[in-house]
Every structure is written in structure tokens, then in C-alpha cells.
């Protein structure tokens, strides 16, 4: 017998407040950022059948929420890197009562047959991270060429799919002028596509390339609003942010990383409230309460 297909998951996240919602984060990426800090971005983590992660994400919620989140992202890492444990598992959300499910690619994969078959899987909402509009930019910044992101904008937007564009800015390397080209290229798609542009953390990589921005986040607001009617700037350190709760379930192994990540989020955001469980423990546990 066949054995069933399996991801490394290194953790599932849930926002307590303001409001209640879960990422599923399925380890591993395509991509070789320069910046990035998550800690999916490697294979770490447990390895998960759908099934076995489906089991471990319903302990979880009714551990954090007694009962199933109604809005789950699933994340990464990239979560698109297998489609068919991607589609079995938006599948298997929806068995266990989920309403919402939304996915955050960078959108290489999403060639017009996949995404076919996330419209079949009525997926409500797809996160595409375009990083950078000038190739070269983007080659040496992700390590892969931006074409085929670019392409997947234009081919969610033929499918119908309810999608959302996003970039981070970065002072020195994704600045105002490259936010623009990004910009004006979702313009000649369709002007009302929605843009959020997030501010840079450095304090959370390991090698940092650039800084903070400061003034010039309302420079790149402007220069997107020249083309899009849809622009939103977002703050890591806004209260949206700083005022949430946070209860993690994560590998046990990923512990000594993790606390290294709460330190620099306690640094940087002073509010920061987060609580965890180990998976095992959750496993085995069903009715434990989250501690810190």
C-alpha cells in the first residue's frame, strides 16, 4: 500500500483577539529570499499526512477556541510546493466545518491548471506576494525570476478567484519607485485589485540587508495610489497588531528558535502576547489549557 504524502509542518498559529483565525504553515519554499525570517522557510518540522494534520488541527482548536476557527490561512514556507496535499487539505478543511480558507503563495506554481483546481476546491481567498516588479531585482533578491508570478496575477484574475497583491517594502532594495512599477502593472490588469504594501522587520532576520522604513512608507503609498484605487499601508507595530493574542501550537524540537523569535517580537512590540503548546503534548492532550 501506497504511503500517504506528507509536509514538514513546523507550527499552526492562532489569533485569539481581536479577532479568531488560524494559519496552517507547511514548511519548505522555492524561493531563496535574502530577507526572509520565517521560520518555515526551511524543512523543519514534524511531517504531517493530511489526515494526521487535519487530527492535529481540530485538537488545536478546540484546545484554543473549543470549537473549529471558522478562517484558516494556510502558509508557509510555500504551501504550493505539493498541489495535490494542498487541495486534499483545503478539501479536509472544509469536511471539519471550515468556512473561510485563504492560501499565501509566492505564486510561481500558480499555472492556469492549478489554479482551476483551487477554484474547484472553492478557495475564498488567495495571498500573492509579488516582491518585486524589475526581474533582476527580483532574481537577486528570491535567488528565481519573477515571470511567473507576474503571469499567475493576470491568470487569477481571469479565473475569477478573489485575490489580494502584497509587497514588502524595503528601504535601499523595494523602494517607492519599484512599488510603483508593481503598481502600474496590476493597473493594466484591473485598477480595483487590492495592494498592501508591509513594512520591513529586520530586527527579525539573521543578516540584515536594509532598515525600518519610516517616511518613505507614505512615499510608496502615493506612488501605488497613482495607479490603484485599493492601496492599504500595514504597520507591524500598529495596534492591529500589538494588541493580539497569539496561541502557537509548534514542534518541540523548534523550541530554542522560537523562544529567539519571541525575543526580538517582545523587543519590538511591547504587547506581544503569546502562548504555546508542544504538538505532542496537544496531541495528547485534548482538553490542557495553553501556557507561555
Not at 76 to 88: Q, S, V
Not at 104 to 118: H, K, M, P, Q
Not at 147 to 164: C, P, T
Not at 245 to 255: G, S
Request: overall charge negative; glycine content about 4%; charged content about 25%.
Amino acid at each position: 500500500m501506497e504511503e500517504p504524502v506528507q509536509r514538514r509542518v513546523p507550527f499552526l498559529n492562532f489569533v485569539v483577539s481581536p479577532v479568531k483565525k488560524a494559519y496552517i504553515n507547511l514548511a519548505g519554499c522555492n524561493f531563496n529570499c535574502k530577507y526572509c525570517f520565517a521560520i518555515a522557510k526551511n524543512e523543519v518540522g514534524q511531517l504531517f499526512s493530511v489526515e494526521d494534520l487535519l487530527n492535529l488541527f481540530s485538537k488545536s482548536c478546540k484546545l484554543v477556541f473549543g470549537e473549529i476557527a471558522e478562517t484558516v490561512t494556510i502558509t508557509g514556507g510555500e504551501p504550493t510546493l505539493n498541489p495535490d496535499y494542498l487541495l486534499d487539505l483545503i478539501k479536509g478543511l472544509r469536511s471539519i466545518s471550515v468556512r473561510t480558507i485563504a492560501v499565501s503563495t509566492n505564486g510561481y506554481l500558480l499555472n492556469e491548471n492549478f489554479i482551476a483546481r483551487l477554484k474547484a476546491a472553492e478557495i475564498d481567498l488567495i495571498k500573492l506576494d509579488i516582491k518585486a516588479f524589475t526581474d533582476e531585482i527580483h532574481q537577486w533578491y528570491t535567488g528565481t525570476s519573477n515571470y511567473n508570478v507576474l503571469l499567475a496575477a493576470k491568470l487569477l484574475y481571469e479565473s475569477g478567484l478573489d485575490f489580494y497583491v502584497r509587497t514588502i517594502f524595503m528601504p535601499n532594495i523595494i523602494e517607492a519607485e519599484e512599488i510603483g512599477k508593481i503598481a502600474r502593472f496590476l493597473s493594466h490588469i484591473d485598477r480595483d485589485i487590492t495592494y498592501r504594501i508591509y513594512q520591513l522587520s529586520p530586527e527579525h532576520t539573521d543578516s540584515p540587508l536594509s532598515r525600518p522604513p519610516k517616511e518613505e512608507m507614505l512615499k510608496a503609498f502615493n506612488s501605488a495610489k497613482r495607479y490603484l484605487n485599493n492601496v492599504e499601508v500595514k504597520d507591524i507595530t500598529d495596534t492591529s497588531y500589538s494588541n493580539a493574542k497569539y496561541v502557537e501550537i509548534r514542534d518541540e524540537k523548534l523550541l530554542d528558535k522560537f523562544n529567539e523569535i519571541d525575543k526580538k517580537s517582545t523587543a519590538l512590540i511591547q504587547s506581544w502576547d503569546i502562548h504555546y503548546r508542544g504538538m505532542s503534548e496537544v496531541l495528547g492532550e485534548e482538553n490542557a489549557k495553553a501556557v507561555q
